[in-house]
């Protein structure tokens, strides 16, 4: 399913039998995401009788209850994209199987009997194997893992692995990521950690890697002679609405750079791995995070705009401003906009701007990395209608209409000399019929058959924290906060930042 099997002939095998415990049993990730994925994982014969499913939280409730619980939900959420079109009802019989296989333990994350009772889960399931999910609150993750690691669960043997997965947020800045990373290898190896980024389970994000090494095509012109500079941006359409609490501690910097943003980042700038295994994949991705220019707090503020969304009228409907929102305060400085210039210090990068955008209550959803290339010469056309050509761009659109456009310009039919932007495309949904996914199937499958390739090892996360902490720094000297009404496109000064390179954001949606 990752990026390492790559022999299409070849059918995924069934993952290894294995008990999986998901900590955090309660909580909207386990039954919007990880069940969902599960029930689709075990739709394509890729979970075998041997899987077990656990649910850990501290809540009093029986397996078959909770098991109810999760199939009542995941059953109203498929009806209600079947209505809207989007995918398929839940089938008893699928989920009747996958249910036999759920099971819970009740327990307090700090309490060592947990973790008692964990063990004899294991016992009784008889399966070795064991993979720990920690999708808590993030003041959970290590200590969580400090009671794996004293109760013995982390121990592996020839025939039993152990192995942890890790949500997101991976720390808030570079001091706090490295002593979580420091607080893990005290008690598993490397090779345990599976440190989500749900991004990596976007088959959009994957075919990045594979369009750029499996066509040559491509490196003939990607590097700093073609290519002007790069966009890569996240805008979403949502506000912040029940995840105030959060948020208001985070911002869109801490949210959406240093994870998703970077990885979308190393896909198109790392050099071509050796292979396409874990070790050089990801080595060559925190190679180029690494190789982000860190700037001076001077710098970092003069390559930065911090945004916040005020309240607006759209479609009809009135939309709250960010300090409006339930759990935010009224005064909040908090950025839910974030614009940044930064630069890859090596060979390949000198010279081209990598310009980053993420919002909220944008004027449309829109993740895609848009590369810029170098404008042809003019001087042909002198004397004629065409007096400017517009740059040439390879947009790689991650969610909606996923697919790669090429936008070239073409003489308009007629007897004058004139030029029209027009596109050559690939859309995924012309070539490829595709499955319902939540994007979380691949990453457990690959976490049970045990290919890291698609998680973040810990130099990964500390070099993308490094390249974020400049911002952290400086803003927290104080930093000016630029408004932007819900439905725009962000910040006037975002384009401002653009505008002093004598460039221009391309335009949502
Ligand atoms: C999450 C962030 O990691 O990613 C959210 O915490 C954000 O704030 C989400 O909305 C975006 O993910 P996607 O898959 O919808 O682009």
Same mark, same amino acid.
Request: net charge negative.
């Given at each position: 399913m990752g990026l390492t099997r790559t022999n299409s002939k070849q059918k995924p095998a069934v993952a290894p039998a294995t008990t999986l415990f998901l900590f955090g049993a309660h909580g909207d990730l386990v039954k919007r995401l990880l069940m969902p994925a599960l029930y689709n994982l075990s739709r394509d014969g890729l979970l075998g009788d041997g899987i077990h499913i656990v649910g850990v939280d501290h809540n009093a409730i029986s397996d078959a209850d909770f098991a109810k619980k999760l199939e009542d939900f995941i059953r109203q959420e498929a009806a209600s994209k079947v209505a809207e079109g989007g995918a398929e009802p839940l089938d008893p019989e699928l989920w009747a199987q996958l249910a036999s296989r759920i099971s819970y333990v009740q327990g307090d994350f700090l309490d060592d009997s947990t973790y008692s009772d964990i063990e004899k889960k294991i016992q009784a399931t008889g399966t070795g194997n064991a993979v720990f999910y920690l999708a808590t609150a993030p003041r959970f993750f290590s200590e969580v893992a400090k009671r794996l690691g004293s109760s013995g669960l982390l121990v592996e043997t020839d025939d039993a692995f152990r192995r942890v997965v890790i949500e997101k947020p991976? %720390?808030?800045d570079l001091p706090s990521a490295v002593a979580l990373n420091a607080c893990l290898l005290k008690v598993m190896s490397e090779k345990q950690i599976y440190r989500i980024d749900?991004?990596? %389970?976007?088959e959009t994000v994957q075919n990045i890697l594979v369009s750029r090494f499996s066509n040559g095509l491509f490196e003939s012109f990607w590097n700093n002679h073609y290519i002007d500079h790069v966009q890569i941006t996240a805008a979403e359409t949502v506000g912040v609405e029940t995840r105030g609490s959060f948020y208001e501690h985070t911002g869109a910097l801490r949210d959406m750079v240093p994870n998703h943003l970077f990885q979308l980042l190393a896909m198109v700038a790392m050099e071509p791995p050796a292979a396409f295994g874990a070790d050089a994949v990801r080595g060559e991705k925190a190679k180029v995070i690494g190789a982000i220019r860190p700037w001076s707090e001077e710098e970092a503020l003069a390559n930065s705009v911090r945004g916040q969304y005020t309240e607006n009228t759209i479609a009809d409907k009135d939309v709250a401003g960010y300090r409006q929102e339930p759990n935010v305060s009224p005064e909040s400085c908090t950025e839910t906009y974030v614009a940044l210039k930064v630069m890859i210090d090596n060979w390949r990068w000198v010279g081209v701007p990598f310009y980053l955008r993420t919002g909220k209550r944008l004027s449309a959803r829109d993740t895609e990395i848009a590369i810029c290339f170098k404008p042809a010469p003019y001087a042909q056309f002198r004397?004629?209608?065409?007096d400017a050509l517009k740059p040439n761009y390879l947009n790689i659109q991650i969610q909606p209409n996923e697919g790669m456009w090429f936008d070239l310009q073409a003489k308009r039919p007629g007897p004058t000399l004139d030029t029209q932007n027009v596109e050559l495309g690939f859309a995924y949904k012309d070539f490829f019929e595709m499955q319902p996914s939540t994007g979380y199937e691949t990453l457990i499958y690959d976490c049970l058959t045990g290919d890291q390739t698609l998680f973040q090892r810990a130099d990964n996360i500390e070099n993308g924290w490094r390249a974020v902490q400049p911002f952290l720094d400086a803003w927290a000297k104080g930093c000016s906060l630029d408004h932007y009404q819900a439905g725009s496109e962000g910040p006037e000064a975002a384009d401002e930042l653009l505008a002093r390179d004598g460039r221009e954001w391309r335009s949502l949606g």
């Amino acid at each position: 399913m990752g990026l390492t099997r790559t022999n299409s002939k070849q059918k995924p095998a069934v993952a290894p039998a294995t008990t999986l415990f998901l900590f955090g049993a309660h909580g909207d990730l386990v039954k919007r995401l990880l069940m969902p994925a599960l029930y689709n994982l075990s739709r394509d014969g890729l979970l075998g009788d041997g899987i077990h499913i656990v649910g850990v939280d501290h809540n009093a409730i029986s397996d078959a209850d909770f098991a109810k619980k999760l199939e009542d939900f995941i059953r109203q959420e498929a009806a209600s994209k079947v209505a809207e079109g989007g995918a398929e009802p839940l089938d008893p019989e699928l989920w009747a199987q996958l249910a036999s296989r759920i099971s819970y333990v009740q327990g307090d994350f700090l309490d060592d009997s947990t973790y008692s009772d964990i063990e004899k889960k294991i016992q009784a399931t008889g399966t070795g194997n064991a993979v720990f999910y920690l999708a808590t609150a993030p003041r959970f993750f290590s200590e969580v893992a400090k009671r794996l690691g004293s109760s013995g669960l982390l121990v592996e043997t020839d025939d039993a692995f152990r192995r942890v997965v890790i949500e997101k947020p991976f %720390g808030s800045d570079l001091p706090s990521a490295v002593a979580l990373n420091a607080c893990l290898l005290k008690v598993m190896s490397e090779k345990q950690i599976y440190r989500i980024d749900h991004y990596l %389970g976007k088959e959009t994000v994957q075919n990045i890697l594979v369009s750029r090494f499996s066509n040559g095509l491509f490196e003939s012109f990607w590097n700093n002679h073609y290519i002007d500079h790069v966009q890569i941006t996240a805008a979403e359409t949502v506000g912040v609405e029940t995840r105030g609490s959060f948020y208001e501690h985070t911002g869109a910097l801490r949210d959406m750079v240093p994870n998703h943003l970077f990885q979308l980042l190393a896909m198109v700038a790392m050099e071509p791995p050796a292979a396409f295994g874990a070790d050089a994949v990801r080595g060559e991705k925190a190679k180029v995070i690494g190789a982000i220019r860190p700037w001076s707090e001077e710098e970092a503020l003069a390559n930065s705009v911090r945004g916040q969304y005020t309240e607006n009228t759209i479609a009809d409907k009135d939309v709250a401003g960010y300090r409006q929102e339930p759990n935010v305060s009224p005064e909040s400085c908090t950025e839910t906009y974030v614009a940044l210039k930064v630069m890859i210090d090596n060979w390949r990068w000198v010279g081209v701007p990598f310009y980053l955008r993420t919002g909220k209550r944008l004027s449309a959803r829109d993740t895609e990395i848009a590369i810029c290339f170098k404008p042809a010469p003019y001087a042909q056309f002198r004397d004629t209608e065409v007096d400017a050509l517009k740059p040439n761009y390879l947009n790689i659109q991650i969610q909606p209409n996923e697919g790669m456009w090429f936008d070239l310009q073409a003489k308009r039919p007629g007897p004058t000399l004139d030029t029209q932007n027009v596109e050559l495309g690939f859309a995924y949904k012309d070539f490829f019929e595709m499955q319902p996914s939540t994007g979380y199937e691949t990453l457990i499958y690959d976490c049970l058959t045990g290919d890291q390739t698609l998680f973040q090892r810990a130099d990964n996360i500390e070099n993308g924290w490094r390249a974020v902490q400049p911002f952290l720094d400086a803003w927290a000297k104080g930093c000016s906060l630029d408004h932007y009404q819900a439905g725009s496109e962000g910040p006037e000064a975002a384009d401002e930042l653009l505008a002093r390179d004598g460039r221009e954001w391309r335009s949502l949606g």
